[in-house]
């Protein structure tokens, strides 16, 4: 028998929590916890997709961002944490669905998504033009001069063309069914590869 | 401000220390649940400047002395007590349990002490005010706790 040392005696208290811890338990447990108690303000998952892993984020009043993994998810989470509120967890709530419909969209299974959108990141004419992008079906497309006399400003095509840069709900929101007057594609929020994709497989699909 | 979930990620470890250390294991997941709740709760409201560490580490301090406070009040009847784990085998690591009764054992200030300077890695300063005594009598505590687990806790030479 010998004296342990102070450190090997703090190494022993440490290990014995640390390795003895269900984390991912406790951790899913304070989610479920802080959604009943009202204080989950964002909750959030990623998931894998044919155009990359995309990060969804939903409030109690439903999907608010769908980021791509060109936007960087970790400095997503910070933009939603000071646009929000910082009470962010990671959770299924609102999220798992929504995962579960992008899921049979890709697979050319689903053509209507059928869950709560908030766009509360998007204000005015951004926000009128997002609500006329929601009705834009599957498989067509419209020019952004369309998009701007829908939103209620015939004279505001390129504030519309910024609208569907900037839509924080891509895919859900399907700002990818905007195109040019001309027929070619535009900008995306997730890359011009990402769009192509998209309206390849409405066109097909 | 960073997300809640980075916090939780980061400082999860070190909060557990704590519950672990002055609850023993049966309490300690819940008032791990309690401090991280409550600091969800409050979060939006801490200065930017604020040491995370020294602020969730002071809530657990907290719902740690409301556990034993809930203790003292309501004695459980002993057909109620969860099972330990025997001394010396079951556990996977039937030492560090040893070395968690020891450290129950200790008296509260001295395991406070221990805990919050060299688990939580607070400086005494903080330690002092956490266990409303003098940094004198924080450091005093922690030595006195630290050379009370050696003698309490040699381990075998195998």
Known sequence: MTMPTNREIIDDLTFA??????FVGLRARLAAHADREGLLDVSYRTMDSPIG???????????????????????????????????ILRSPRGVDEVARQLDEYFAGRRRVFEVPVDLQLSRGFRRAVLQHLLEIPYGVRESYAVVATAAGNSRAVRAAGT??????????????????????????????????????????? | MQPFEEVVAQHSPVVMRVCRALLGPIEADDAWSETFLAALRAYPDLRPES?????????????????????????????????????????????DTELHSALAALPFKQRGAVVYRYLADLPYAEVAALLECSEAAARRNAADGIARLRRDYQKDES
């Open chain 2, 51 to 95: 040491n995370i560490r020294g602020w969730l580490v002071t809530i657990a301090h907290r719902k740690a002395i409301d556990h034993i406070r809930a203790r003292k009040r309501a004695p459980e009847p002993a057909d109620d007590l969860p099972e330990r784990l025997p001394a010396g085998g079951g556990g996977p690591e039937p030492d």
């Open chain 1, 17 to 22: 929590s640390d390795e003895m811890t269900d």
């Open chain 1, 163 to 205: 609208a569907c840069a900037t839509n924080p709900i891509p895919l859900v929101v399907p700002c990818h069914r905007v195109v040019r007057s001309d027929g070619t594609y535009g900008q995306y929020r997730g890359g011009p590869a990402a769009k192509h994709t998209l309206l390849t497989m409405e066109a097909t699909g």
């Open chain 1, 53 to 87: 892993p995309l990060l969804l984020a939903a409030t109690p009043a439903g999907l608010v961002r769908v980021a791509f993994e060109g936007e960087n998810h970790d400095d997503v989470l910070v933009e939603l944490a000071t646009a929000i509120s910082p009470r």
